[in-house]
């Protein structure tokens, strides 16, 4: 009976983690591509002739932005439905101890 509760409470804990994951990651991304927009429309009103530089490096950040929110997702994902390393301890201790 314990171990049931204390595996559905890894589980459950682990949902909601990945839920808070995924979201922060989404909340961080969206603020970094507001920020980034804002600079870059801001730098090209101040300098028109750096327009394409500016677009590439702005395009090369952006997709370093799209990589921690695609990591952070990933992450989640394996957690959630890959396996999970401390459930993996507590069944390992849990059979030790039944032996």
Request: aromatic share 6%; charged share 5%.
């Amino acid at each position: 009976m314990q171990l049931a509760q204390l595996v559905a409470n890894i589980q459950g804990l682990t949902i909601i983690v990945v839920g808070m994951l995924i979201g922060i990651a989404a909340i961080g991304t969206a603020i970094g591509f507001g920020m980034l927009g804002g600079k870059f429309i801001e730098s090209i009103a101040r300098q028109p002739e750096l327009s394409p530089m500016l677009m590439a490096r702005m395009f090369l950040v952006a997709g370093l932005l799209d990589a921690f929110s695609a990591i952070a997702t990933a992450i989640g994902l394996l957690l959630l439905f890959g396996s999970n390393p401390l459930l993996q301890a507590v069944m390992t201790a849990a059979s030790t101890k039944a032996s």
